[in-house]
């Protein structure tokens, strides 16, 4: 009896292991399987500042945050104005080739600015965001319009020779921005704040040429020119917008205001502008938003400058 209890124990204990060996192979595979769906963690994209003055592609939020990948990039330029050595253009750049079809904007700041002043404020982000929704990309180049002779320059070549801003951009900046890829008018538009805005539109109209659109933010149409840059009679009249207003005819123009302006100089000047426009025959988007005088109501405008200059641009595709 013993040893038949023994032959069944071995019998039983024999089957068991049989049972055990066909079972590893299938727990083996199925750990396999598991461990191939698990996703292997991966580093999220590290995005950092992309506002640095750099002229190479610096890292941008991941696809998912943002879709466009722009740059920004200084260029410095010689300057022999006084108590100047050089000057420095901040260039925006969407992520798009460069081409003599990609149109530039020319943006000019308001007195005691700088070029730094509309990225600080965001423009960069939301150019980024309006791009990537489907609107047709642009440049933007800041430049330097300060002085360290005078505190309100005008943007203008002051009779004195101390400064010569409007002789910087249009001899100096837009061959820097676009080098050989330079535009045609068709592709070019300059923009400004302020005292900037009163400089683009008079560069507009003595520099035809140059730019097929003008968008003023905040400015002002005649001279206010408390230190001389302009003193003779001729010279001023050059520089009077409004009174010039028929040197625009073949030129867009969008003049926008701010419902809180407090500056007695740019104060109702946009209506101004506007008749002598009208009268001219050659009527411009005129409009006045909600805000005050300052880079925070620009920011605010983007979309709508954006729109208008890419409205102008399609027209010559």
Not at 13 to 35: C, I, N, Y
Not at 60 to 80: G, K
Not at 203 to 222: E, I, K, T, W
């Amino acid at each position: 009896m013993v040893s038949g209890r023994v032959a069944l124990a071995s019998l039983a204990a024999s089957a068991l292991l049989t049972t055990l060996v066909a079972v590893l192979p299938t727990t083996a595979a199925r750990s396999v399987a598991f461990a191939s769906e698990t996703p292997t963690p991966t580093a999220s994209p590290v995005s950092s500042p992309s506002d640095t003055p750099t002229a190479t592609m610096t890292p941008t939020p991941s696809p998912a945050a943002s879709p466009v990948r722009s740059h920004v990039e200084v260029i410095t330029l010689p300057s022999t104005d006084r108590g100047r050595t050089s000057r420095v253009v901040r260039v925006y750049r969407p992520a798009v080739a460069d081409s003599p079809e990609l149109p530039v904007l020319y943006l000019l700041h308001g007195q005691y600015g700088t070029p730094a002043d509309p990225f600080n404020a965001g423009m960069q982000g939301s150019l980024d965001a309006l791009f990537s929704s489907g609107v047709a990309p642009f440049v933007v180049a800041v430049p330097d319009g300060d002085s360290k002779t005078r505190s309100d320059d005008e943007w203008g070549d002051a009779a004195d020779r101390a400064d010569l801003l409007e002789t910087f951009l249009s001899r100096d900046v837009l061959p820097a921005v676009e080098g050989a890829n330079r535009r045609d008018r068709a592709h070019r538009a300059v923009a400004g704040f302020s005292m900037g805005g009163y400089a683009a539109v008079f560069s507009a109209q003595l520099h035809a040429a140059s730019y097929g659109q003008v968008v003023a933010l905040a400015g002002y149409f005649h001279p206010d020119d408390p230190q001389g840059v302009f003193p003779s009679s001729a010279e001023r009249w050059a520089h009077y917008p409004i009174g010039r207003a028929w040197a625009l005819d073949h030129t867009r123009v969008l003049l926008l205001d701010c419902t809180r302006e407090t500056d007695p100089v740019i104060r109702g000047d946009i209506y101004r502008m506007r008749d002598a426009l009208t009268r001219a025959g050659h009527p411009p988007g005129t409009v006045v938003t909600p805000g005050s005088h300052g880079w925070t109501w620009v920011q605010s405008l983007w979309p709508r400058v954006a729109r208008f200059l890419a409205e102008g641009w399609a027209q010559v595709r």
